[in-house]
């Protein structure tokens, strides 16, 4: 059985509703009790990750920002940071035009959003002033970039690659949603060297770990990972480099079922 348990959130742990199940915590909770490691793996900042998941109690480790930072659970220690100096960041911020929806300057607690969208967050806040952005974003953990024509992402996607040849910019989109967009973060970041990080301090073997998602930002992931497991709502191009895919959506608790099929069913977790 594997040791260590990396999970994707939005269309994975959490169903389209963006909710995590009472079965899936309690279900992780147990695990976690009985010495499994579990890690969350998401694009998201810290801050919207623990929203969404009631504090990430049944977590051991959080991934955060695609692999940029690495939180422990037990406190909050920072084990890792991947940041984006600020120079870098207004040079992008001054690329906006109209054709643009949104341009989020991340940081751990907060989205500094470049747009007109008003967002019913209190952890995003929307201004056109970049230098307020700039002077109030302490550390930027990564970037998202967003068009109104979203057919013309691949586009930008090779604008932003040559301007910005010492960054990582990929092209994002979640299982359950049509928008396609751009992250930005320093060169070496991902979900794949955050989990080898991770599973060399814990001294995990890679044949001891699996790894579950379902969007563009997952692909590495699953397909470096010893055991990759692509949702069953899972976007096509995640399902082609994972091993095995599962039987169940996000919607109906897939992950956990997957797992019990697979040995992790006895009574006492049940």
């Known amino acids: 059985m594997w040791k260590m348990i990396v999970l994707d959130l939005d269309g994975t742990v959490l169903n389209f509703k963006r909710k995590i199940s009472k079965e899936t915590k309690t279900f992780l909770s147990k695990l976690k009790e009985q010495g499994y490691i ?24 959080l991934l955060t920002d695609t692999g940029a930072m690495i939180y422990k659970r037990e406190g909050f220690e920072r084990i890792l940071a991947n940041s984006i100096d600020k120079e ?14 949104y341009i989020n300057i991340c940081s751990t607690e907060f989205i500094y959003s470049y747009s007109k969208i008003k967002y019913h ?17 302490q550390e930027i953990s990564h970037i998202t970039v967003s068009l109104k024509d979203y057919s013309q992402i691949e586009k930008l996607y090779e604008e932003f690659s040559r301007k910005y040849p010492d960054l990582k910019i990929i092209i994002m989109q979640d299982s359950f949603k049509d928008e396609r ?17 991770l599973a060399e301090c814990l ?7 699996i790894c579950f998602g379902d969007g ?55």
Do not use: W
Not at 121 to 137: F, G, S, V
Not at 185 to 195: E, G, L, M, V
Not at 203 to 209: A, F, R, S, T, Y
Not at 242 to 270: F, P, Q, S
């Open 216 to 270: 563009l930002n997952d692909v590495e992931m699953l397909r470096s990972c010893n055991f990759g497991v692509a949702m069953q709502n899972a976007l096509p191009e995640v399902k082609e480099v994972a091993k095995d895919v599962t039987k169940e959506d996000c919607n109906n608790n897939g992950v956990i079922k997957y797992l019990m099929e697979h040995g992790y069913n006895d009574e006492e977790i049940r």
């Open 181 to 197: 967009y751009i992250e930005i973060f320093r060169k070496d970041c991902s979900k794949t060297n955050a989990i080898r990080y």
């Open 121 to 137: 967050n209190k952890k995003i806040i929307t201004t056109k002033d970049i230098n307020y952005i700039i002077d109030n974003c």
């Open 203 to 209: 001294q995990i073997k890679e044949e001891d770990i």
């Open 88 to 101: 870098t960041a207004k040079d992008i911020l001054n690329n906006y035009t109209e054709d643009y929806s």
């Open 38 to 61: 579990i890690v969350i793996a998401t694009g998201r900042i810290l801050g919207l990750a623990l929203d969404v998941t009631d504090g990430a109690d049944f977590a051991n480790y």
